[in-house]
């Protein structure tokens, strides 16, 4: 499968001979793990021995082909402290391949959710964490050379260098707009659910807020340690949202977070970026912060927070499973599907 050479020259090519060096021909060993793109290696590329992951596009893959060429466009054009660099790619004979920093720590999903993994992020390390991803996202969003909405934000997609700097990474979703346009729509809604806004699942329609949502459900499973979709509450089912909703309006917040952090935290922080999390997980996008307004919230500590509303699907009956299912949606619980649209 040979996907033609991408038009921005800036970024660099390796050889297949280079890639299968660097990986040891792919070896077993150095798999790290496999996405729905296909299979991911870590490698050494020689003679100076720069660590790199290697990712393969599966041959089977036509999903993924889109995948590939949209995160080519997409992210050689970008360059933040938190977003996963992209060093080069590979297309030569059947082969499709991207090459990144390698970050040695990989992705967020494999500490909070963790029951060893969990005690090495405390409070600060995981606010820190906080704090990256909303400039990541804010960059994408605003300050780019591109206007990007990622439309799969998920700890997953979140990967954690030497000093636990989170970075940005999976740029197969994500699209690019213009000056003027904001809002996108389409009838094949990708995703991962769990982390879509309403408006996404339901109907399709995409913007800067359904990143702001996505975020606001990751800061709810940084705090408690706890994945939205497989939580729900035996008797009451509700979900993360629906129990973080709750307990911040009895004034218990406290009880949302993950209890290896009680020796770490401040109460009043805690209960304050619970209060950030609820303001984007608002039914409404129009209610919903930007990245703008959550970096200046997450900077500015004694900055007043406005009440939020009841938030989106946040019981069992009131879940994108339900809606979606009268509507097409192709998102499983823990899977993307990587079903593009051409743009
Ligand atoms: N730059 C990288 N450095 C280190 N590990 C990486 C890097 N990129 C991906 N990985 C690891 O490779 C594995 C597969 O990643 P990939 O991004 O392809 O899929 P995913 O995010 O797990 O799933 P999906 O494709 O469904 O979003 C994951 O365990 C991830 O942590």
């Known amino acids: ?148 909405i990622h439309r799969d934000m998920k700890t997953s997609n979140i990967l954690l260098d030497c000093d636990m700097n989170p970075k940005i990474s999976d740029f197969g979703m ?54 939205n979709i497989a939580f729900f509450e035996a008797d009451h089912s509700l979900n993360l949202l629906g129990i973080a909703w709750n307990l911040w309006k009895e004034g218990k917040s406290m009880e949302l977070m993950d209890s290896t952090l009680s020796s770490s935290c401040s109460s009043t922080e805690v209960t304050r970026c619970i209060q950030m999390g609820l303001l984007c997980v608002q039914e409404k996008a129009m209610d919903r912060p930007t990245m703008s307004d959550v970096v200046s919230m997450l900077s500015n500590k004694t900055m007043a927070l406005p009440l939020p509303k009841e938030p989106a699907f946040f019981s069992r009956s009131s879940d994108a499973e339900s809606s979606s299912s009268r509507k097409r949606c192709h998102s499983g619980n823990d899977i993307t599907i990587s079903d593009v649209d051409g743009r």
């Not at 990986?23 to 299979?39: M, Q, R, V």
Request: proline share 3%.
């Open 174 to 227: 994500a699209r690019i707009f213009g000056d003027n346009d904001t809002r996108g729509q389409t009838n094949r809604v990708v995703g991962t659910f769990g982390y879509m806004s309403p408006e996404y699942a339901v109907d399709g329609r995409f913007s800067e807020k359904s990143d702001v949502f996505s975020f606001g459900v990751m800061l709810f499973e940084i705090i408690s340690g706890k994945k």
């Open 1 to 148: 499968m040979n996907v033609g050479r991408p038009k921005d020259q800036e970024l660099p090519f390796f050889g297949i001979s280079t890639i299968k060096a660097a990986t040891n021909d792919f070896a077993k060993a150095n798999k790290l793990g496999e996405g729905g793109f296909g299979p991911v290696y870590k490698g050494k590329l020689l003679p100076q021995g720069q660590e790199i992951a290697v990712k393969r596009l599966s041959k089977i893959s036509r999903q993924g082909l889109n995948e590939f060429k949209n995160e080519i466009s997409v992210i050689c054009r970008l360059q933040h402290r938190n977003l996963v660099r992209l060093l080069g790619c590979c297309i030569e004979a059947e082969e499709s391949i991207l090459i990144y920093e390698y970050m040695p720590n990989k992705s967020l999903d494999s500490f909070i959710f963790d029951s060893t993994k969990r005690v090495l992020l405390d409070w600060r390390k995981r606010m820190n964490i906080i704090e990256g991803i909303a400039q990541g996202l804010l960059y994408l969003h605003k300050y780019s050379r591109l206007r990007i």
